[in-house]
């Protein structure tokens, strides 16, 4: 089964920083989807960005870009210029057949 | 407008009886997906079905039942044999493919005491 692994469970950035939130998944197949979703106080699931695994390209949308290392399995999600209502939960997440979802980080965005 | 609908927001029940989450979309999707989400902790699948008539199990099917007799409805009922059913659950849809992404309906609170 798929694996999809978030290491940190809390960061913290100042605002207007940069971060970086680690995702590495484990999958034998060669084509499969990484997602990021972020989840606010309230709840809701927001679809941040994706990325085949045959693009080669690192996706962008706007001020979030995905570092996609295929060889390493990881899909690291970098937020620019981070702004107070970035704080939330990130999930990292692999799409095959299904969709699965690792453990999140939880980020802080501080004044 | 589309989108993904879960009534109720919240819900209360007594340990012991089942209670069913009500999933609708108008996206037409032909995908839908049940998860559980505990205090702080991230998704885990429940069901999923990619057609209407079809269903598989994910990763923590037990306790929990599904079924899917129309396109846009995915309701899910949680059994008594379910150990600890109060959690946050969310349903989402997707096309099928690995590229689409998934949209979530706004989650059920479920409290069992």
């Known amino acids: 089964a798929q694996k999809i692994t978030q290491t940190q469970p809390g960061m913290f950035v100042q605002e207007k920083e940069a971060v970086t939130l680690d995702c590495t998944y484990d999958?034998?197949?060669?084509?499969?989807?990484l997602f990021w979703y972020k989840q606010p106080s309230s709840g809701e699931m927001i679809f941040l960005i994706y990325?085949?695994?045959?693009?080669?390209q690192n996706a962008t949308e706007g001020r979030y870009s995905l570092n996609f290392q295929k060889a390493r399995k990881s899909a690291n999600l970098v937020i620019s210029a981070s702004q107070l209502g970035d704080s939330a939960m990130y999930f990292c997440a692999m799409r095959e057949y299904d969709m699965r979802f690792g453990a999140g980080t939880r980020l802080t965005v501080k004044p | 407008d589309g989108g993904i609908t879960q009534s109720p927001k919240y819900l209360f029940r007594k340990e012991g009886q089942n209670v069913t989450l009500s999933c609708e979309q108008n996206?037409?999707?032909?995908?839908m997906y049940w998860y559980r989400q505990d205090p702080g902790q991230g998704l885990r699948l429940i069901y999923y079905?990619?057609?209407?008539?079809?269903?598989q199990k994910g990763d923590i099917a037990e306790g929990y039942s599904v079924s899917r007799e129309k396109k846009e409805s995915f309701p899910l009922t949680v059994t008594s044999a379910q150990k600890n059913p109060t959690a946050f659950y969310l349903c989402a849809s997707s096309m099928p493919g690995i590229s689409y992404e998934q949209y979530f309906g706004p989650g059920t609170r479920l409290t069992v005491t």
């Open positions: 999958t034998s197949d060669q084509s499969y989807g």
């Open positions: 996206l037409n999707h032909d995908a």
């Open positions: 079905s990619q057609i209407v008539n079809d269903f």
């Open positions: 990325q085949g695994s045959y693009d080669e």
